[in-house]
C-alpha cells in the first residue's frame, strides 16, 4: 500500500512518520498541579464533605506491574440524549464475557485529541466535495483546542496522500481543505438510458482500507490522548492490499475510533454495511447525510461525542502475556435501554 506526503517523496514521510516514535506519548498531555495549600486560619465548613481523593481507593487493590486497559465509552438512551451522570458502580466491564474491577472511571473532556480526516476524492465525490470542505472546516474550528489538539487531511483513491501533516493551525488546514480535488479521470461510456456507467472511476480505484491501515499504523500511532478517524466515503472499497479485519484490527491496536460519514453518488450509493461495521467496532458511529444541513449536524453530532465520554481503566484478570486480541463489553446496570458505544477489542501485552 501507499501512503505519501503531497509534496514530498514517500521516503521522506516514512522517515518522518517514524520520528514520531521518539516522541513520548504525554507530551502534549497537562501535568497535574498539586492543590495550593490552606491558610493558618481556613477551616473546614462543619457540613461539607471532604473531596474525594483521585485514583484508586483502598478497597480497589491492583497489582504493580499490571497493564492497564482504557476504555471510553458513551452512553445515549432511546432518544440518542447523552448520559452524562453515571457513577463506577453504575457500570460493569467484561474482558472475555468475565466480570473486571474497574480501577478508575472518570467522565474525561480534557484529553488532547489527535484527528485525522480521511477523504475519499473518487468520482463518486464529485458533487458533494465542496459540503464536504465547508463541513469539515467548521468541524475543526468547533473541535480543535490551540496547543492542545491536533489534526491532519489524508486524501485517498488508489493510494494515501498526507496533504496536511498534524498541527492544531487551522488556517492550514482550511487551506489543505481547500486544496482537495477530485482525482483526474478517464471517462467511461456505459450503456444508454441513463444506467451507471462499467467503470464510474475510469482508471482509478479505491483502497480505503490501505488508507485506514497506514493512518492507524503511523501518523496517529504514538499521538497522546484521544486518537480519531473521520472517515469521509461512500464505503466501496476495490483495491486494497489489506483486507477490512486487518484494517479494523490495526485501530484496535492502537486504540483509535472511526467516524464515518457516508456519502456516495447516485449510480452505486454507499455501502453502509463496512462504514456501520467500522464504526461499531471501533466505539465510533456511521452517518449518512443527503443534505448539506445532515452533514453539517453528524459533524456537530462527533463534536458532542467527543465531550461527552466516560473512561473506565481495568487491570485484567486474565494476566497471560500473549498478545492475543480479548473482547470488551462494557453495560450499565438494570438500564438495557440504553445504548453503549466502545472498541470491541483490545490486544495483550506480549511482555
Request: hydrophobic share 35%; proline share 6%; glycine share 6%.
Amino acid at each position: 500500500m501507499k501512503f505519501i506526503k503531497s509534496g514530498i517523496t514517500s521516503a521522506a514521510l516514512i522517515m518522518s512518520l517514524s520520528l514520531c516514535a521518539f516522541i513520548p506519548a504525554g507530551a502534549r498531555e497537562n501535568k497535574q498541579q498539586p492543590p495550593p495549600p490552606k491558610s493558618e486560619g481556613q477551616k473546614q465548613d462543619k457540613g461539607q464533605k471532604p473531596a474525594p481523593e483521585e485514583g484508586p481507593q483502598e478497597d480497589e487493590p491492583i497489582k504493580l506491574g499490571a497493564a492497564l486497559v482504557t476504555v471510553p465509552f458513551n452512553v445515549t438512551d432511546k432518544q440518542n440524549r447523552y448520559i452524562n451522570e453515571l457513577g463506577k458502580s453504575d457500570v460493569e466491564l467484561l474482558e472475555d464475557n468475565k466480570p473486571q474491577q474497574i480501577f478508575s472511571f472518570e467522565r474525561q473532556t480534557d484529553l488532547p485529541i489527535t484527528i485525522a480526516m480521511l477523504i475519499d476524492i473518487s468520482g463518486s465525490q464529485e458533487f458533494t466535495l465542496p459540503s464536504e470542505v465547508t463541513a469539515g472546516k467548521s468541524f475543526f474550528t468547533q473541535v480543535l483546542r490551540p496547543k492542545k489538539d491536533l489534526a491532519a487531511v489524508v486524501t485517498f483513491e488508489n493510494e494515501s496522500v498526507l496533504v496536511q501533516n498534524l498541527t492544531s493551525d487551522i488556517e492550514k488546514l482550511y487551506r489543505a481543505l481547500d486544496s482537495v480535488r477530485i482525482s483526474v479521470q478517464t471517462p467511461s461510456v456505459g450503456p444508454v438510458g441513463g444506467t451507471p456507467p462499467i467503470n464510474p472511476r475510469g482508471a482509478g480505484s479505491t483502497a480505503m482500507y490501505d488508507s485506514i491501515y497506514s493512518v492507524s499504523s503511523d501518523l496517529l500511532k504514538h499521538e497522546a490522548g484521544r486518537r480519531v478517524i473521520i472517515l469521509v466515503t461512500d464505503g466501496q472499497d476495490t483495491s486494497s492490499q489489506v483486507k477490512l479485519r486487518e484494517a479494523i484490527e490495526v485501530t484496535w491496536r492502537n486504540e483509535i475510533i472511526v467516524y464515518a460519514i457516508g456519502i456516495g453518488d447516485q449510480f452505486y450509493g454507499v455501502d453502509s454495511g463496512v462504514l456501520k461495521k467500522v464504526a461499531a467496532e471501533t466505539g465510533g458511529r456511521a452517518f449518512f447525510p443527503r443534505s448539506d444541513s445532515d452533514l453539517a449536524k453528524a459533524y456537530a453530532l462527533i463534536d458532542e461525542d467527543l465531550r461527552s465520554q466516560y473512561i473506565a481503566s481495568y487491570g485484567s484478570s486474565n494476566e497471560a502475556k500473549d498478545g492475543s486480541f480479548r473482547t470488551i463489553q462494557v453495560k450499565v446496570k438494570n438500564r438495557k435501554e440504553l445504548t453503549v458505544r466502545h472498541r470491541r477489542v483490545y490486544f495483550a501485552s506480549k511482555r
